[in-house]
């Protein structure tokens, strides 16, 4: 059956699949999300190349198994129900950039022809300057990369006001105006709170690792002795670029008297040579300490979406954190009760295959979620969660479970 489904084409049989279901479920793709992940195998590959088959090879892996094998899903979902539109087996060592473009160049006609999609979000992968080229007859949101010097720049000059602002709930944002490879944008500088509290445990525990290092080097630096002046000065700078939390100041080179003879030197008597010893006084670097905590405090959301008629901020903000849909749906294919977390099939196209299987599981999980929410929404019913508190959205996973001492007997 995998062999079949390859030969008749994966990722087209899917997109057949999730048009059908849209249609019955009568959703209307308004905004759908991007993401990839990789899936770890624990066999040895050692294929040919061919035309349109993945290469099945080592790379960076989310489920931190680097020593194995690994391919790569690639999801588009909606934005609404967190249902897969579109999905695609990837070679293990692909970057999310170059999957995010082909993915981009390949489907965007079909996302706006047969899912009448208006909006694509996805990660900081998406921005790129050929990426957002090619979506240029759509809307689009995505998150500025840290890499980029202007997001920093945007960071250190509003992150204080913004925390200032916070009401230590709720995301605070600035919002201005940019271009990037020749297309205007709206960038939203976003505080966040809890990012915030997560940055000062986390930075604070880096900074205090480096800090012990540098330590660790200043004191081995003061023991050392030198022939000259001179060459404690070249070492004392070479010493600075090498510590990374830390500044040293008030340096004081100290000359040692040193005698060639054996014994204690006679009263007066003039040194045979001088060694040199470095003494300084250091401190943590601070201001580095509050940009890295700014710098995770905030982020910078963009959005092709310029027209102040219909640009809405908290709604552009409230797309981008929907991500968490096609997320959640990597999750729910990772989950050790989907028996899919480790792959053993010995061919690529198989793996292909297997793939589509994967997805169209996920698709009938999210299908049967978002209409067992609609009914309990539009009858104003609800039901109980883990903790007993009645919801009107739980998860059709924990539903499932209500079910498991259910027996039917047939006679």
């Excluded at 993915?103 to 900081?124: E, R, T, Y």
């Excluded at 992968?125 to 689009?140: N, P, V």
């Excluded at 509290?197 to 330590?215: G, L, P, T």
């Excluded at 552009?316 to 009760?337: C, H, S, T, W």
């Amino acid at each position: 059956m995998l062999d079949s489904i390859y030969e008749a084409g994966v990722s087209e049989t899917y997109a057949v699949i999730a048009s059908n279901a849209f249609k019955t479920l009568n959703i209307t793709c308004h905004m759908s999300h991007i993401d990839t992940t990789t899936f770890h195998t624990d066999g040895k590959y050692n294929q040919a190349e061919e035309a349109g088959v993945i290469k099945i090879t080592k790379g960076y892996s989310r489920d931190h198994r680097p020593e194995l094998n690994q391919f790569g899903l690639k999801l588009i979902v909606e934005g609404q129900a967190g249902i897969p539109m579109m999905m695609a087996a990837l070679s293990g060592n692909d970057n999310d950039k170059t999957r995010f473009k082909q993915a981009i160049k390949d489907h965007i006609g079909q996302l706006q022809d047969d899912f009448s999609v208006q909006h694509i979000v996805g990660d900081s992968a998406l921005y790129s300057a050929e990426t957002i080229k090619l979506m240029s007859h759509i809307t689009w949101t995505t998150r500025v990369p840290e890499t980029i010097g202007l997001a920093r720049g945007y960071i250190e000059k509003y992150a204080d006001q913004l925390a200032a602002d916070n009401d230590g709930l709720n995301l605070n944002y600035q919002c201005v105006d940019e271009s990037y490879a020749g297309v205007e944008q709206k960038w939203l500088v976003v505080y966040s709170p809890q990012a915030h509290e997560r940055a000062k445990r986390n930075v604070s525990k880096q900074f205090s690792k480096k800090s012990q290092d540098d330590q660790k080097l200043l004191k081995a630096f003061c023991n050392r002795s030198f022939a000259c002046e001179k060459d404690a000065c070249h070492e004392l700078e070479l010493l600075k670029k090498k510590l990374a939390v830390t500044n040293v100041h008030d340096e004081v080179i100290e000359p040692i008297a040193g005698f060639n003879g054996r014994g204690r030197p006679a009263k007066g008597a003039a040194p045979d040579f001088y060694t040199y010893h470095v003494h300084v006084v250091s401190s943590s670097n601070y201001q580095q300490y509050q940009q890295r905590l700014q710098r995770k405090s905030c982020f910078i959301i963009v959005t092709n979406q310029t027209d102040m008629d219909v640009f809405d901020a908290d709604e552009i903000l409230a797309g981008y954190k929907n991500q968490q849909k096609v997320e959640r749906g990597f999750r729910f294919l990772k989950d050790p009760m989907f028996l899919a977390s480790s792959v053993f099939l010995k061919s690529p196209k198989r793996i292909m295959a297997l793939t589509m299987v994967m997805t169209v599981c996920l698709l009938v999980y999210a299908a049967l979620e978002y209409r067992m929410r609609k009914s309990l929404h539009d009858n104003h019913e609800t039901f109980p969660n883990q903790i007993g508190k009645m919801v009107e959205k739980p998860t059709i996973r924990w539903v499932f479970q209500y079910f498991q001492n259910i027996q039917i007997l047939l006679h």
